[in-house]
């Protein structure tokens, strides 16, 4: 996984988004009320968390294949710029729509936002070899 700086310069974000992305599925899919304040009361509530966590597990496992296959290592970092990018964003435009989210929402974000200019920094890093040189 990490057999050289390099290695792990270009990997680390993904498995710190595997390590808080694949526990977060398993909430939204199972318990979202233990962690966030949702209260799920149709089958179409739950269907739709459940969707949201085989998205979140499924972009997992591409990470986790970028990590160990050379193969996919590019398209996990694109995957993962996209959703954590996209997530922050999501997150920006509700809090200036719908007010100020609690700490830890707000912590999500910044995180989230942080992964995903990760991602685009090692791709046009020419030290990281993904960008043209």
Same mark, same amino acid.
């Given at each position: 996984m990490f057999k050289t700086k390099q290695d792990f310069i270009k990997k680390?974000?993904?498995l710190i988004s595997i390590c808080i992305v694949v526990p977060v599925a398993f909430?939204?899919?199972? =318990?979202?009320?233990?962690?966030?304040?949702?209260?799920?009361?149709?089958?179409?509530?739950? =269907?739709?968390?459940?969707a949201i966590m085989g998205i979140y597990l499924g972009f997992s496992f591409l990470w986790l294949l970028g990590l160990f296959k050379r193969n996919y290592l590019r398209m996990a970092i694109v995957t993962n710029i996209i959703f954590m990018i996209g997530?922050?964003?999501?997150?920006?435009?509700?809090?200036?729509?719908d007010g100020r989210p609690t700490f830890g929402y707000q912590l999500g974000t910044f995180a989230e936002l942080f992964l995903g200019c990760y991602g685009i920094w090692v791709l046009t890093n020419k030290n990281t070899n993904f960008a043209k040189k």
């Open positions: 680390i974000h993904l909430f939204y899919g199972f =318990n979202p009320a233990f962690h966030f304040d949702i209260q799920l009361q149709t089958i179409d509530e739950h =269907n739709f968390f459940k997530l922050s964003t999501g997150r920006i435009l509700s809090f200036f729509l």
